[in-house]
């Protein structure tokens, strides 16, 4: 650089020497901002975020992340005054229980429900005094292996079933198109070709779609909301959310005996975004959140009271939180399979925003409840049943500590087993039916965070990290005393875990070095868990310069399927992201079969599909078959 | 790289300053300056994990903050697109140029600046502010060294007249 110019960047410094830096971001103010996004974080309310996963696209990837913190550091403010300041220091506060006893049977207990709009009106002007702005909060949650020789959505809770983006029935492939206006249906048989495609209602967009195999049904959730409100990053205020008083989630159901022709048999509707979905037992249930708009009346329930379909829901369909104040419902309504122009059932739950876990038997509902310094979490719980889609209010308690995902929380032989992060330690917690503390093991792993956990039977397993990864192993077999087994320490974290056939787990996450500073890349590691308390990592293996699988924060991502001996997921670093597909044996660890680039636009997940001998990898528009033998390209398909 | 809360306080203490002013030169107006690196910051916080090791952390930092600006003004621009309202968009700039005294930048920086065009205000902020080579910034905007070396010197030679 010539002297002159040298000058004048010098020039340049100096006359902006005397600039004063505002106090919001000195060090120190911004570490608790930054202390609070770790709060919020554990949330994982990406749902958005998903859609720009592609990490080629730095600039994009990183204006989402801005909006959704956006949304959390409102949302933050808005909570710091929602706890009561119930005494905690005993684990699970058991004060809404005593208030709620439960009532024996399946009977729903009324103590739950509002009594009138009335009680409703009062929740939402105590919100409104603390002027609350939140950003909305969505996700999917929840992992079964296939059966049959084709793969099925990776789904957090086997038996139940979740929506995604792209489905197999063992020969055609349904595929959700880039802008979501389409269901694209491709058949495999010879050369894929795409035969029909279903679209999206009028002005509405398709967020995921199921596939009853059984009734050739494909079921659509779609929303009115579009991603447009990603333009004013800025604008993300209270106001412009619920500006949108017509937001609306539909259920769209086509009829697809024949595939040219896929006939609409059904839809029904509820209010709210679209947050998660699941089916079990011949049921859908779809979760919603509702935002009470700015300029509600009084004399106007309409306009603070969600619709089912076209009818205002009751009072006595909507629980009322343990705080008496609440801007938003969750809306859970069941929808019979057979029956897809009607909605079974209803129940609001009136929340400050959560997450549902969905077992066999139950939702359960859990809502963090921010105390505004970071060191006293609080969870509150809510158990629905349902049962053939009648949904009813069993349970409702406040503990101490937060879940950080669904994989966190497990229910098994009518007992409830959840991991959580208390303050600097973690816990165990075994809650009966009731959600009554039996069991608990405390002050585990101090100052480290739950990257990650994964139940099985009688035992659990997690992995905590700050410096090494200690896998725990837990055993939960006396509901009254769990116990810690065994904890293996190694380098990294595992972010996602999964049984692996017998006596193995897999763990997906980051190697990192010793000191615990430097990520070496996506690391990939096989636990020998044949002797729970002497679990042993069998072999690892490091993927150099990658950084980041979807997997890690959607477990949709993945596909992993013991028998046909196949761990597929998308990952990328600072290049583009790649499909990489490895098998594991006992003897030889890790084998890396396939790294192929993922074309397509960035704007929705990655899907690996199997079917017989053949792996699918599709991102969008764009369908990539691969042969599981030779592991080379063999066909392509453009929606 | 794992990096905890302190961890990132302490290595977002050592360039903040310079974040700041790199910001204050590009969105020329202290709540958006304020807001580009606060949004920065959040954005590199969750993403930490894609950084390799700390050696990094700057560069990165002000590659994310690049972008953000960038962002801003596109979305500031569009708005002002929208309104129709090109007085709005006269007295934001005049703002700058006439020099609020609290910027802490002075009057002939902040006028000097006006006259590029928004990729040589990022080129040069990122000169004075980062302390980068041609090289380096090419690296982050993803553009070559030469013609990173040629916009700079384009850049500094309208700004030449106001501050010589």
Known sequence: ??????????????????????????????????????WEERRRKRRRQWKFAGAAAAGIVLVAGITVYQNRTRMVKSDSAVINSADSSDGVVAKSVEKCPVNKGNQENQKYYAK???????????????????????????????????????????????????????????????????????????????????????????????????????????SNS????????????????????????????????????????????????????????????????????????????ETYIPYVDDSLMKAKDICLPDGMKGCMYEIVSSINLKQPDKIADSKAIFSEGGDAYVSNKNIYYYEEEWTGNGKQEKTLLRKLSYKKGKLAVVAQKTFRGYLNDSFSIDEYDGYLRMVVARGKTNAVYVLDQKLKLTGKITNLAKDERVYSARFLGDTGYFVTYKETDPLFSVDLSNPKNPKIL?????????????????????????????????????????????????????????????????????????????????????????????????????????????????????????????????????????????????????????? | MKCDVDTFARMYEEIYKDLYRFALCMMKNEQDAED???????????????????????????????????????????????????????????????????????????????????????????SVFGGYNSKEIGEMLKLNANTVRSKRSRGLEKMECILA
């Open chain 1, 486 to 639: 065994g904890r293996l320490k190694i380098p990294g974290f595992s972010n996602y875990l999964h049984f692996y056939g017998e006596d193995k787990l897999l763990g997906i996450g980051m190697d990192v070095d010793k000191k615990g500073d430097v990520t070496d890349g996506v690391k990939l590691s096989m636990f020998d868990i044949s002797d729970k308390k002497n679990v042993k990592e069998e072999h690892k293996y490091t993927l150099k310069d990658v950084y980041s699988t979807d997997v890690e924060w959607d477990y949709k991502a993945a596909l992993i399927d013991v028998e046909k001996n196949i761990i597929g997921f998308p990952a990328g670093g600072e290049n583009r992201q790649m499909y990489y597909l490895f098998s594991y044996t006992e003897e030889k660890g890790f084998q890396c079969n396939m790294k192929e680039k993922i074309y397509g636009s960035d704007a929705l997940s990655t899907r690996g599909i199997y079917i017989k001998d053949r792996l699918y990898v599709i991102h969008g528009n764009v369908l990539k078959a691969y042969s599981l033998k030779t592991y080379k390209k063999v066909d392509d398909c453009l929606l």
């Open chain 2, 36 to 126: 580009a690196v606060s949004d920065a910051v959040l954005s590199g916080y969750e993403n930490i994990r894609k950084l390799r090791d700390e050696k990094a952390f700057k560069s990165w930092m002000f590659t994310i903050l690049a972008n953000t600006c960038k962002k801003k003004l596109q979305n500031r621009s569009r708005k002002f697109r929208m309104e129709k309202d090109m007085e709005s968009s006269e007295s934001e700039r005049n703002n700058f140029g006439t020099g609020h005294p609290d910027y802490g930048i002075s009057v002939d920086v902040q006028r000097a600046f006006l006259h590029l065009s928004e990729e040589e205000q990022t080129i040069i902020a990122l």
């Open chain 1, 1 to 38: 650089m010539e002297k002159r110019e040298q000058n004048l960047l010098y020039k340049i410094e100096v006359g902006s020497e005397n600039v004063v830096v505002p106090d919001s971001l000195k060090p120190e103010n911004m570490k608790k901002k930054l202390e609070q996004c770790a």
């Open chain 1, 116 to 222: 009138s709009y009335k009680e409703i009106r009062k929740y939402i002007e105590a919100s409104e005094k603390e002027e609350t702005a939140k950003g909305s909060t969505k996700e999917q949650l929840l992992c079964a292996d296939a059966t049959g020789d084709y793969s099925n959505t990776n789904v957090r809770q086997e038996g139940v079933d979740e929506a995604d983006v792209a489905k197999t029935d063992g020969r055609y492939l349904y595929v959700l198109e880039d802008d979501g206006d389409y269901v694209s249906i491709v058949d495999t048989k010879t050369n894929m070709k795409k035969i029909s495609e279903i679209k999206a209602p009028k002005d509405e967009t398709i967020e995921e779609f199921y596939l009853i195999e059984k009734n050739k049904k494909v079921v659509m959730i779609c």
């Open chain 1, 226 to 301: 579009s991603d447009d409100d990603y333009e004013d990053v800025e604008d993300v205020t209270r106001s412009s959310l619920i500006s949108k008083q017509t937001e609306e989630t539909q259920v769209v159901t086509y009829d697809v005996q024949d595939k040219k022709h896929p006939k609409k048999v059904g839809k029904v509707s509820q209010s709210g975004e679209y947050e998660s979905s699941r089916i079990s037992d011949g049921y859908l249930y779809i979760f919603s959140n509702y935002w009470v708009p700015e300029n509600w009346k009084k004399k106007h329930p």
